[in-house]
């Protein structure tokens, strides 16, 4: 099956721990998005990236990194720069820019 | 900063009701689009209409777009349970597509 995926579906940390979500996509998409999506809000783009070994800050990149080494994967780490990292974050991936975006089921992140 | 922002906020119709969404929009645009998120999970993608276009339609779903009003609609027709969900517009702003900028949503429940 083509997709997105993300893991874990929920995840757990303490306060001061940096944390790597896992993005991988096997449709061969070159565009890949991380976004953050607070309750009852719309999301709010984190990091992008067009290409492999290339990725552009997004609205909210503070706190946040992201590497692209591979065209499949595109890990997004919440360090402990980032005051309130409780959130739901969204993995995307399209063939291109501009056109539309795949999501993949998102990942519930906990800061206790 | 926020591109695009829906209307209304929340909005509850029986089954069988129509449906519509209005998003607007600050700068000019090349694309716009609409997404549909299911509670908890990853958004889908309905539509996307190019500003030279001012009509799409896509089963019971049809998207408008006047860009002289910086606006879009998406209207579902014949609504169903199924179709409770929240719904997001996303619009590339002066990015030439780089990456989209989502609205807060229109969180629409159909009751049986």
């Known amino acids: 099956d083509g997709g997105i995926t993300q893991s874990p579906k929920y995840l757990f940390r303490k306060e001061g721990q940096n944390v790597t979500l896992s993005c991988e996509q096997n449709l061969n998409h070159d565009a890949m998005y991380w976004y953050r999506q607070d309750p009852g809000q719309g999301l709010r783009l984190i990091y992008y990236s067009q290409i492999v070994n290339d990725f552009q800050k997004g609205d909210i990149a503070e706190g946040y990194s992201v590497s692209r080494e591979k065209k499949e994967s595109f890990p997004l780490t919440v360090t402990s720069a980032q005051k309130n990292p409780t959130a739901f974050y969204l993995c995307a991936s399209s063939i291109g820019t501009g056109i539309k975006q795949f999501f993949g089921p998102g990942t519930r992140l906990t800061v206790l | 900063s926020q591109q695009g922002e829906e209307d209304p906020q929340a909005l509850s119709i029986q089954e069988g009701e129509n449906a519509t969404m209005n998003c607007s929009y600050k700068t000019s645009i090349n694309n716009l689009q609409w997404y549909r998120q299911n509670s908890g999970r990853g958004l889908v993608h309905l539509i996307l209409i190019r500003s030279n276009e001012r009509e799409k339609h896509s089963g019971r779903l049809r998207v408008t777009l006047d860009t002289s009003k910086k606006s879009s609609s998406l209207l579902i027709t014949a609504s169903r349970a199924a179709d409770t969900a929240s719904y997001f517009c996303?619009?590339?702003?002066?990015?030439?597509?780089?990456?989209?900028?989502f609205g807060p949503g229109t969180r629409l429940s159909v009751l049986p």
């Open positions: 996303a619009t590339d702003g002066d990015n030439y597509g780089q990456n989209f900028v």
